[in-house]
């Protein structure tokens, strides 16, 4: 695939957020800049069609994923702490 498409570019800024989205082309691949964070841009987005939308849709589901897994750690967390209590009650 031609990544001269992913050459640094400023797609737009977030509908809801208005901070603003970058394209670049990494050692790795394209990757979205957003708010100081860097998301990799999956192999069936990489085409020509690539837009300020399709970048939303990957930053959106990246925070998703990243929600459900800081909620998974806090539930992890909360357990283990009543399980110290469990045992030191026990004592």
Not at 11 to 17: E, M, Q, R, Y
């Amino acid at each position: 695939m031609d990544n001269s498409i992913f050459d640094k570019a400023f797609l737009g800024k977030h509908p809801d957020t208005n901070i603003a989205i970058f394209l670049n082309n990494g050692r790795f691949g394209p990757y979205l800049n957003y708010d100081g964070i860097l998301y990799g841009v999956p192999k069936c987005f990489q085409t020509n069609k690539f837009n300020l939308k399709s970048a939303i849709k990957i930053i959106t589901y990246n925070q998703q994923k990243q929600l459900k897994i800081k909620q998974i750690e806090e539930k992890f967390d909360k357990k283990l702490n009543q399980t110290k209590e469990e045992i030191v009650d026990v004592k």
